[in-house]
């Protein structure tokens, strides 16, 4: 036989838990007289992660200390070469300029569209098929596969996809052409023998390579197949999941025949399938598997993550308890605290620093990295306190103005001056992704972020990734506007991979492809549902599988078929396997992956059971036996901390509950003041006692005065109060509205209560009042009163203003013992108060709502607040009792956990 026409040797292996010793020992067979020295020949793996096994079993084969061979994959041989190729970026950036010339597509798609046309001309050039040279002739045969002929969309679909493939194949060879020239020069030069695993049917760039290397050397290719496997597992497994393309026998005949070939199940003690009602209960589940497999001694397990979800919540159950798990898989780059920078700072330059996003900036750990920790605190600090204060939402400019004013703000005005700086770098309107790369670069330098970026680990990968995309796009001119580049980049970071690599542990957590022809102690798959466990669906460009067979293209039955043998090659090759997966999603029913059920079926018909359990419970902890039932209602006591001045709104928040009280006013924990974007309720109501504070002081006294005046008066104000907020947010028109619907109603009301002989006093009055305490301290109570008024007689009416209906504070007056703000309002004014009422602006008519038996209600509610300061300063407990319309708003509600208390979880 001509040396050209040599064939290359296949070896069809059993596919099992042996795969890789058996190929170890034909090897070491194969170059026996060289022994121990195997480094002349080649072992192409298709994986780095079977190295170590691969080097194992051939010393175990030799029996003696070997000169190992060299090991590497295809493409690491071909990466030696320089075998290069034009970058993904590069190609991703000339399809979307094409496709932004030509206006084929809505502008938003064009990136996911670009990603779909480059994974088809990859598969093209992998399978080594091509396409037609003539349009025409393309259209054909997407009309004869669709069976539909002078179809619009057809013609379109065949005209981009072609024109778009013939300026791709006239450009630089993309990452799998310059692969495959890589290696034939590689081949054509080969003066060792070959050894090549494999971990299916060769693709036809392996075939080529194969082929070009036997015309010089010998090759042996290893190839794992499950229809000649003899082990009773993997026999079990195939009445489960038949290989072959041949049609099987329906699935009850299988079980009927597997139930005749073994007694008793292989399955059994070798695979659970566990079905959780929830993401913790899954996680849990996960955690307490590899637990108990540890507790046995097995060390090298695998947690294969369907559910990168719950598989990082086991992650984190795992190393609470201190069992450290190396990432195989890594994260995406998109998820770390590095990408969280640069989204807030191309946030910040978008939206002219929106506050939200300006504080997720500061709050980053790597800005201001040449400032001291209390330096960038205090900044912080001083930012956010001074956008709440004037509820500044959006503007640099605005910001840094306004606070320059104020002292004490020097730490955030000097933020607020280097993030202006740093805006300055990036480029304006339209630039090339190299230069917006490079303007990123230079406001991160100006930021003070480069040197922490540096030492955390993801985020010298996201520099790394930056300097490299930098580097292949340097000679690319397309412009791109910001929200081009930002989407390119945003994709970028969301396929990139970060991976910690300071963990190292027998337990690896990775994905089910990276297992094939792995050996584990124990292996659990989480998050084995129909979604998270599922064949790699079609493209969608040509996605209909009669063109994609017509093409030659992979076709779903090739990927259902992958799936199935990875998934069985995990069960051969694992002392034991567990399966998790959460069976509700949501408001509906998760089922199990498809292939686990047609499994779970067939040894349920077989043998009676359908290796579907429920996680075991937890064991119970220090807990106790009430874990679980809840736990006890807080009742902290704090006498020392008792405040011996309170505001009539903190003595509304003791009686409403005490531990609110507690949280808010002992420990200080009251929710913080921030930047209110749109005029909420409260804003309303305070703008509304601001203008009837300017109105009466310009009109004390109403009567005599012309209605229209008085009208054209109060509205004038009005709109000068509502303007601002107008002028921010045009929506704010509707609460201005509101209230001036509500004008006409209130001067009727204000002659009708001059005509009762009631005069305003004034508004917004400071009032305090001192109560003596049984050890003969003093508590001193405060608060601002709306509005007094006034009669001749010298009796006092205390008003209290509502932008609320009158049947809601009709119901707070009802119980006059909860509702503590008028009786205080009327101890604070003294004897002379004769009414306090609340007066409700919530319709066009105005309406006084009187607290009955003022003076008394006013000295019961100064005796009650006496003495329960007293008891707390003897140590009685604020409990968190507080009522549902209480707890609903509550900000301190997460303190308490009243959700958990032991009453409200058998409610």
Same mark, same amino acid.
């Given at each position: ?125 992998? !399978?080594?098929? %091509? $396409?037609?040279?003539? @349009? *025409? &002739?393309?259209?054909? /045969? =997407?009309? +004869? #596969?669709?069976?539909? !002929?002078?179809? %619009? $969309?057809?013609?379109? @679909? *065949? &005209?981009?996809?072609? /024109? =778009?493939? +013939? #300026? ?5 060879? %993309?990452?799998?052409?310059?692969? *495959?020239?890589?290696?034939?020069? =590689?081949?054509? #030069? ?718």
């Amino acid at each position: 036989m001509p040396e050209a026409a040599r064939p290359f040797v296949t070896r069809r292996i059993p596919h099992s838990a042996d795969f890789v010793a058996h190929c170890a020992e034909y090897i070491v067979e194969a170059c026996r007289p060289q022994l121990p020295d195997l480094s002349a020949a080649l072992i192409v793996l298709p994986s780095p992660a079977l190295a170590p096994a691969v080097c194992q079993a051939l010393a175990e084969a030799a029996g003696c200390v070997l000169l190992l061979p060299r090991m590497a994959t295809l493409a690491q041989l071909a990466s030696a070469a320089n075998a290069g190729g034009q970058p993904d970026c590069q190609r991703q950036l000339a399809l979307y300029r094409q496709l932004r010339e030509r206006g084929w597509f809505a502008a938003g798609a064009l990136w996911e569209i670009c990603v779909e046309l480059i994974a088809l001309f990859d598969e093209l050039n992998e !399978r080594d098929i %091509g $396409l037609p040279e003539d @349009e *025409a &002739e393309l259209l054909d /045969r =997407l009309e +004869r #596969a669709y069976d539909a !002929r002078g179809s %619009g $969309l057809l013609r379109f @679909e *065949a &005209e981009v996809v072609h /024109r =778009l493939w +013939r #300026a791709e194949a006239s450009g630089p060879p %993309g990452r799998h052409a310059a692969m *495959a020239m890589a290696l034939a020069q =590689l081949a054509a #030069a080969s003066t060792t023998p070959l050894f090549m695993v494999c971990e299916g049917e060769l693709r036809p760039t392996e075939t080529a390579f194969c082929r070009a290397w036997a015309a010089r050397q010998a090759v042996t290719v290893f190839q794992p197949l499950r229809d000649v496997a003899d082990s009773p597992l993997m026999r079990l497994l195939n009445y489960a999941w038949p290989p072959g393309k041949e049609e099987s026998p329906p699935l009850a005949g299988r079980a009927e025949a597997a139930r005749a070939d073994f007694a008793d199940s292989p399955l059994t003690g070798r695979l659970r399938l566990v079905a959780a009602a929830s993401l913790e209960e899954e996680a849990e589940a996960v955690a307490a598997a590899v637990r108990r497999w540890l507790g046995t001694g097995r060390q090298r397990i695998a947690l294969v993550a369907a559910d990168r979800v719950a598989a990082r919540r086991a992650r984190a159950l795992l190393e609470r308890d201190g069992i450290l798990v190396q990432d195989e898989t890594g994260w995406k780059l998109s998820t770390t605290r590095a990408a969280a920078l640069v989204d807030a700072w191309l946030e910040v330059v978008a939206t002219d620093a929106y506050h939200r996003d300006l504080l997720d900036l500061v709050k980053s750990p790597f800005l201001f990295g040449d400032w001291s920790e209390a330096q960038r605190l205090a900044g912080l600090m001083q930012l956010e306190e001074g956008l709440a204060r004037h509820n500044l939402a959006y503007g640099l400019g605005r910001y840094e103005a306004v606070l320059a004013r104020e002292p004490g703000r020097s730490e955030a005005v000097d933020m607020l001056k280097r993030i202006t700086a740093a805006r300055q770098r990036m480029p304006w309107g339209g630039a090339s992704a190299a230069d917006w790369l490079a303007g990123l670069r230079r406001a991160f330098h100006d930021l003070g972020a480069i040197p922490g970026l540096e030492r955390d680990e993801a985020g010298a990968t996201l520099l790394e990734l930056m300097h490299a995309r930098h580097e292949e796009l340097s000679a690319v001119p397309t412009r791109l506007t910001f929200g081009e580049w930002r989407d390119w980049l945003n994709r970028e970071l969301e396929s990139a991979t970060f991976v910690d690599r300071s963990i190292e542990s027998p337990l690896v957590m990775t994905h089910l492809a990276a297992t094939r022809l792995r050996r584990f102690d124990a292996a659990i798959l989480i998050g084995a549902d129909r979604d998270n466990l599922a064949p790699m669906s079609s493209r969608a460009v040509f996605g209909n599988q009669a063109v994609r067979s017509d093409l030659g293209l992979s076709l779903p039955a090739e990927a259902e078929a992958r799936l199935r043998d990875d998934l069985a090659g995990l069960i051969v090759s694992c002392g034991e396997v567990t399966a998790t997966w959460q069976i509700v999603r949501g408001d509906e029913a998760n089922l199990i992956s498809p292939e686990l059920g047609l499994l779970s079926v067939l040894h349920g018909r077989a043998w009676g059971d359908d290796l579907v359990v429920r996680p075991v419970a937890a064991p119970m902890t220090a807990a106790g036996p009430d874990a679980g039932q809840g736990t006890a209602m807080p009742r902290p006591a704090a006498p020392q901390r008792v405040p011996l001045q309170l505001s009539a709104s903190a003595y509304a928040s003791l009686m409403a509950c005490p531990y609110q009280f507690y949280a808010r006013y002992m420990l200080g924990l009251g929710e913080a003041e921030e930047v209110r974007e749109a005029l909420e309720k409260r804003d309303y109501g305070e703008f509304v006692h601001r203008i009837l504070l300017r109105f009466h002081a310009a009109h004390a006294q109403l009567s005599g005065k012309a209605d229209e005046a008085l009208l054209a008066d109060l509205e004038a104000i009005s709109r000068e109060v509502f303007a601002p907020a107008i002028e921010e947010n045009f929506l704010e028109h509707a609460w201005q509205s509101r209230w001036l619907k509500c004008l006409p109603g209130y001067i009727a009301w204000q002659k009708a209560r001059e005509a009762d002989g009631w005069r305003y006093v004034g508004g917004e009055l400071k009032r305090e009042r001192s109560l003596s305490l049984a050890d003969g301290g003093e508590l001193v109570l405060h608060g601002r009163l709306d509005r007094l008024d006034r009669r001749a007689d010298a009796s006092e009416a205390v008003l209290d203003y509502k932008t609320q209906d009158a049947q809601g504070l009709k119901r707070r007056l009802a119980e006059p013992s909860e509702d503590v703000q008028l009786a205080c309002y009327a101890l604070l004014q003294g004897g002379q108060v004769s009414e306090a009422a609340y007066v409700a602006l919530d319709g066009e008519k105005p309406a006084g709502l009187p607290l009955p038996e003022v003076q008394e209600m006013a000295r019961a509610q100064g005796a009650r607040l006496t003495a329960v300061i007293d008891a707390l300063r003897l140590g009685v407990g604020l409990p968190a009792h507080g009522v549902d319309a209480v707890c609903t708003w509550c900000e301190v509600r997460g303190v308490c956990r009243r959700d958990y208390h032991a009453d409200e979880v058998q409610r």
